[in-house]
T-cell receptor
Framework: RKEVEQDPGPFNVPEGATVAFNCTYS??????FFWYRQDCRKEPKLLMS???SGNEDGRFTAQLNRASQYISLLIRDSKLSDSATYLC????????FGAGTRLTVKP | GAVVSQHPSWVICKSGTSVKIECRSL??????MFWYRQFPKQSLMLMAT?????????EQGVEKDKFLINHASLTLSTLTVTSAHPEDSSFYIC???????????FGPGTRLTVL
């Protein structure tokens, strides 16, 4: 089983849509959790950390369920600029990346 | 956020040559640096973890004699791909972590093409 598994995608959605990404992780000792965004041929950039209580940053909402070892990211009112690959990242002693989910937002 | 640079940003070389990639933390001291490799349409795969002044710890399946890592100072780590072959063509990304913060900061990556 992979350490971090994500929806394979791709997700193709119209502008304004709401889209949700799911992620599961295998190591219950994982300490911290993140969503990163990666644009084509660029390095990953931190989108947001994920906390047990859930957290929101503008149009983005992240949730963590430690009991189920499940992480989610919700994007509301999608913009064209949201098109990217979204990486679920779990930190134990180092960061472990999911394979990423490709999102394309279309006009 | 903190800044991490990589040099070169891209390199094309002939098969059999060695390529050195530098990773620098510009505004903080990186006690730990990580090297990742990403093949097209795949996720980042951790290659090795290096702590300043000590030998790198390599992930299973990564040849330490082929991918030489040096972390001689708190702001610089280098990855040398020795005797590169076309299958080594990939996007190599470093990241750095300070002793203070849990977050890792990524360099912009180096795209290696071996002909």
């Amino acid at each position: 089983r992979k350490e971090v598994e994500q929806d394979p995608g791709p997700f193709n959605v119209p502008e304004g849509a709401t889209v949700a990404f799911n992620c599961t992780y295998s190591n219950s000792a994982s300490q911290s959790f993140f969503w990163y965004r990666q644009d084509c041929r660029k390095e990953p950039k931190l989108l947001m950390s994920v906390y047990s209580s859930g957290n929101e940053d503008g149009r983005f909402t992240a949730q963590l369920n430690r009991a189920s070892q499940y992480i989610s990211l919700l994007i509301r009112d999608s913009k064209l600029s949201d098109s990217a690959t979204y990486l679920c990242v779990v930190n134990i002693d180092d960061m472990r990346f999911g394979a990423g989910t490709r999102l394309t937002v279309k006009p | 956020g903190a800044v991490v640079s990589q040099h070169p940003s891209w390199v094309i070389c002939k098969s059999g040559t060695s390529v050195k990639i530098e990773c620098r933390s510009l505004d903080f001291q990186a006690t730990t640096m990580f090297w990742y490799r990403q093949f097209p349409k795949q996720s980042l795969m951790l290659m090795a973890t290096s702590n300043e002044g000590s030998k790198a710890t390599y992930e299973q399946g990564v040849e330490k004699d082929k991918f030489l890592i040096n972390h001689a100072s708190l702001t610089l780590s280098t990855l040398t791909v020795t005797s590169a072959h076309p299958e080594d063509s990939s996007f190599y990304i470093c990241s750095a972590r300070s002793g203070t913060y849990n977050e890792q900061f990524f360099g912009p990556g180096t795209r290696l093409t071996v002909l």
